[in-house]
């Protein structure tokens, strides 16, 4: 069964950047981070496959970036030109289904959360 851990939220000013951190204790195909806002649904932000492949929401194309160290057991998540709306609590998933989507029904592993809290 694979554990996660995230780390590395906090608060920024707009425009401003984070990169989150989730440490995984186990192999899996696909690997993403999820948001959830206050009120909102949780969404898929942004996935990547073993193979290196990704997938991310319109919302944050062009912003963030999904990656994999494997020498570290880690997950990141660079996020850059922050906007007040990408405030949320970020949560790092994983799953050994195939393919990767950014569907919250297909991860069955989730790590706690870290907030990230974005304001002008």
């Known amino acids: 069964q694979a554990q996660l851990v995230e780390s590395g939220g906090g608060s920024v000013q707009a425009g401003g950047s984070l990169r989150l951190s989730c440490a995984w204790s186990?192999?899996?195909?696909?690997m993403a981070w999820f948001r959830q806002a206050p009120g909102k649904e949780r969404e898929g932000v942004a996935a990547?496959?073993?193979?290196?492949?990704?997938t991310y929401t319109d919302a944050v194309k062009g912003r963030f970036t999904i990656s994999k160290d494997y020498a570290k057991n880690t997950l990141y998540l660079q996020m850059n030109s922050l906007k007040i709306e990408d405030t949320a609590a970020y949560y790092c998933?994983?799953?050994?289904?195939?393919?990767?989507?950014?569907?919250?029904?297909?991860?069955?592993?989730w790590g706690q959360g870290t907030q990230v809290t974005v304001s002008s």
């Open positions: 998933a994983a799953d050994r289904r195939w393919p990767c989507t950014l569907v919250v029904g297909s991860y069955n592993y």
């Open positions: 186990a192999y899996t195909t696909c």
């Open positions: 990547i496959a073993s193979g290196g492949s990704t």
